[in-house]
């Protein structure tokens, strides 16, 4: 054959392989997502590349064959394509037998060359850059592809079947999606530019339910404001006045002691209307649900939507009541910096690179706000100041400092035992151990 008909047999191949390599990167890039969506509009292409998905191996198979194939294919044919041309112009300049190596090598690194751009750099880019789209375009003329190979296929995809079984690999992938897929979706869309970063910390936090403690979002017992039973019609007016709350828990003297619990509206709705409240009124107070202080905040969901409520007490081993929660202390946590106003805000940045943060924050939002890795213990506590008091092994004072993780945890203000602010600085010595103490007297 001439030099015109091995030119085109060598472009034929490039196709070829070009088609080949569209067909293996498109499938391999495509997100299953995108293309349920796409099968569930009514493209039946979209289905048959999910189907191939599924079971993947006749189809890589076969575009492995096709692409090996045209490589030595395109070896023989490219082999004396262009070196009588480059022959003949470089004997005019050296001896006979260095211009036949040279137009040897430079015909097999143009053809080289040409097989490494067109038929796959620029075919496997294009199949990254649009797969669902290029995958449902390619899937027809490779139905008719497998349909003609499938006996080689068959018999090559068993024995890669068999060598995976001997070295302990799936010989299918694995398309379950985890909660980590999802959040490295959602991390992906936000640095895309698709998702807002507040948003972005939405999807966490509801994947963090799981494992959230009740305790991180509750409020601390020492800050619950209740009523007593026998409060008198001025008391209690004078209580809800000091201390404005959507529901307050009425005991019998004492805190431990909880009866039930009434709602704000219709205390509101008496004092509008001028009537006396007596707690004691049939209709008024509700039942309380009581729940442990080790449950999750999913699993508390789970009870205030069985037992119909949106309010809880929270109960230690023994009995002792350690905090409310409701159901806006709830989906609080979840929706983050999107209903918190900015004076409530628990982690504060200031404007010389140091955070001011309330001791009753949970670690896995101060974890996140610092970047910071697995704390020690971290089964013990659920909050900074529980991470504090693990870290000293005693309450906290004022001044009061550990170092980890590159940071600085000094203890601002104590009150009554509470840890209220604590300051977190980068540490100077970049200590990333646990040294902890107190400056000297």
Not at 28 to 46: K, N, T, V, W, Y
Not at 73 to 85: K, N, Y
Not at 112 to 125: G, Q
Not at 370 to 379: I, T, W, Y
């Amino acid at each position: 054959m001439g030099f015109v008909e091995n030119l085109l047999i060598i472009l034929a191949l490039i196709g070829a392989s070009a088609f080949f390599s569209v067909a293996e990167m498109s499938l391999a890039a495509s997100r299953r997502l995108r293309l349920r969506h796409l099968a569930d509009e009514g493209d039946a292409r979209a289905l048959r590349v999910l189907r191939v998905q599924e079971q993947p191996g006749f189809y890589f198979t076969t575009v492995q064959i096709g692409v090996n194939a045209i490589a030595i294919l395109g070896g023989i044919v490219g082999e004396g394509l262009f070196s009588p041309t480059f022959e003949s112009f470089l004997r005019g300049w050296m001896p006979e037998a260095t211009a036949t190596t040279l137009a040897f090598t430079a015909s097999v690194a143009l053809v080289t060359s040409l097989f490494v751009v067109f038929a796959d750099l620029v075919p496997k880019r294009l199949g990254m850059a649009d797969p669902e789209r290029m995958a449902m375009r390619v899937i027809g003329p490779m139905d008719k592809v497998l349909w003609a190979f499938k006996p080689v296929v068959w018999l090559y995809n068993k024995c890669s079947d068999l060598i995976l079984r001997l070295i302990g690999l799936p010989t299918q992938r694995d398309e379950r999606i985890t909660p980590d897929d999802i959040l490295a979706l959602a991390e992906a869309g936000t640095q895309a530019g698709v998702i807002d970063r507040p948003e972005q910390m939405v999807i966490e936090n509801v994947f963090e339910l799981d494992t959230r403690s009740v305790t991180s979002a509750m409020t601390p017992r020492d800050r619950i404001a209740w009523l007593s039973h026998d409060d008198t019609d001025e008391a209690v007016r004078a209580r809800i006045a000091a201390e404005p709350f959507s529901t307050y828990p009425v005991c019998d003297g004492e805190l431990d002691r909880v009866l039930g619990y009434v709602d704000a509206k219709d205390l509101f709705q008496r004092v509008l209307s001028n009537r006396p409240i007596h707690l004691t009124e049939e209709g008024l107070l509700h039942k309380v649900v009581a729940v442990p202080d080790q449950l999750s905040l999913s699993e508390v969901l789970h009870q205030f939507r069985q037992q119909h409520e949106d309010f809880a007490i929270i109960v230690n081993e023994y009995s002792t009541v350690v905090g409310v929660v409701t159901l806006n202390d709830v989906m609080s946590t979840v929706m983050g910096d999107l209903v918190t106003p900015e004076d409530e805000e628990m982690i504060v940045r200031r404007d010389d690179g140091s955070w001011l943060i309330d001791g009753h924050t949970p670690v896995t939002d101060v974890q996140r706000a610092l970047d910071l890795g697995d704390l020690p213990d971290a089964d013990q506590y659920d909050t900074l100041a529980g991470f504090l008091m693990a870290m000293l092994r005693r309450v906290p004072r004022r001044t009061d400092f550990v170092d980890w993780g590159g940071f600085r945890f000094e203890v601002m203000d104590v009150d009554n035992y509470r840890i209220d602010q604590v300051l977190v600085t980068r540490s100077k010595a970049g200590d990333s151990g646990g040294a902890s103490g107190a400056p000297p007297n």
